[in-house]
């Protein structure tokens, strides 16, 4: 009989994926991991329904400590580059680093399953031609997870299988409701659990930096207010800022240096090219030559045209990894480093990365 581990965070999606493959005859286990204390998906009140599934399906259910792990990767990653004024996405770090790296480790390892499940929406497809697994976006564009899953290796990548990656999100409470899942009805987690768990970020982050008061200025170094820390602020925020112009302001960058948040306007925050560090080449071999792809900035973005420059490894600085150029065919509003930039050919995603800091936007 197959084997396999389904991630379960306690929501309909894991939910329904465990129940999808156990209804198709896979032997089944149950794994959660214990990221951190508080409520939201990945914590306690997730672990308990996650726990109820499992009784429900009739599977083992395993739970793991993971808080040591989500610390040093998530947590301290956060604070970290929030303190040096870019804006990290934790999601795909974490999914890499605490989630599918170490299930599939303890699959092998303790339970001798080479094979795990996740709730996620994105397909993996294997090309003979290039001998690689594809990562894929979802069925379902309007829920699709690959953006978050850019950094999977080819091994984490053959060891995975997203069984929703074919349905719209609809079908999966319609199947969830169809074999009584406790958690078919269950509302959608809206923010990071972090944020979850914290109430906000500005919460979380105030826990770990403390907050100094700093100029905001433009682009010639003119004071126009105040700030109350500038890791509350991120690339491209308009609302929030707390001061007035003859025409809308937009963060453009941050200086933790001089404890400035820059502000201009909608030009100012949009750019024709960017670098990006830390690439993983994921359905596609490392080029050596320029490519054609659509990029997406954001998790939301809309994908935009563009040119991606192999830069290969900075010899002086080997630990940002491969890097590439993006070059827009349109300029692009709110590159935030920090974030991740993700390109695509059609549904397949070929790499991505982590956007890097530019220089100062002060005019000297």
Not at 188 to 216: N, W
Request: net charge negative.
């Amino acid at each position: 009989m197959n084997k396999i581990i389904v991630g379960l965070s306690g929501g309909v999606d894991s939910s329904t994926t465990a129940a999808i493959l156990h209804h198709q005859g896979y032997q089944v286990e149950g794994l959660t991991l214990w990221l951190m204390k508080g409520k939201g998906q990945c914590c306690s009140e997730g672990m308990v329904d996650a726990a109820h599934i499992c009784e429900q399906l009739g599977i083992p259910h395993h739970i793991v400590d993971s808080r040591d792990l989500f610390q040093a990767n998530i947590v301290d990653y956060l604070v970290t580059g929030y303190s040096a004024g870019i804006t990290p996405l934790p999601c795909s770090q974490c999914n890499k680093a605490v989630k599918f790296g170490p299930m599939l480790a303890y699959g092998r390892e303790k339970l001798g399953i080479d094979k795990i499940a996740t709730g996620h929406y994105a397909r993996i497809d294997y090309d003979s031609q290039s001998d690689r697994y594809q990562l894929k976006r979802a069925i379902d564009r309007n829920k699709d997870q690959s953006y978050f899953l850019y950094d999977l290796t080819q091994d984490l990548l053959a060891g995975s299988v997203f069984p929703l990656g074919e349905v719209v999100k609809s079908e999966t409470r319609r199947i969830a409701a169809e074999y009584g899942l406790k958690t078919a009805d269950k509302p959608e987690s809206q923010d990071l659990c972090l944020v979850e768990a914290s109430g906000s970020m500005r919460a979380f982050l105030d826990k770990y930096i403390t907050p100094h008061q700093g100029e905001i200025v433009d682009q010639e170094g003119r004071v126009l207010g105040k700030h109350d820390g500038v890791h509350h602020y991120t690339i491209g925020q308009r609302k929030g800022l707390g001061i007035s112009a003859p025409h809308p302001l937009y963060v453009i960058d941050l200086d933790p240096v001089m404890n400035r948040v820059i502000v201009g306007d909608r030009d100012s925050a949009s750019k024709m090219e960017s670098t990006v560090k830390l690439v993983n080449w994921v359905s596609i071999v490392p080029p050596t030559i320029p490519i054609r792809g659509e990029v997406q900035v954001r998790y939301r973005s809309l994908p935009v045209a563009a040119n991606i420059i192999p830069l290969g490894i900075n010899e002086e600085k080997p630990e940002d990894g491969f890097r590439v150029k993006l070059m827009f065919e349109e300029a692009v509003f709110g590159i935030t480093p920090g974030q991740a930039a993700v390109w695509y050919d059609r549904d397949i995603l070929l790499g991505g990365g982590i956007i890097e800091k530019e220089g100062s936007t002060i005019n000297n």
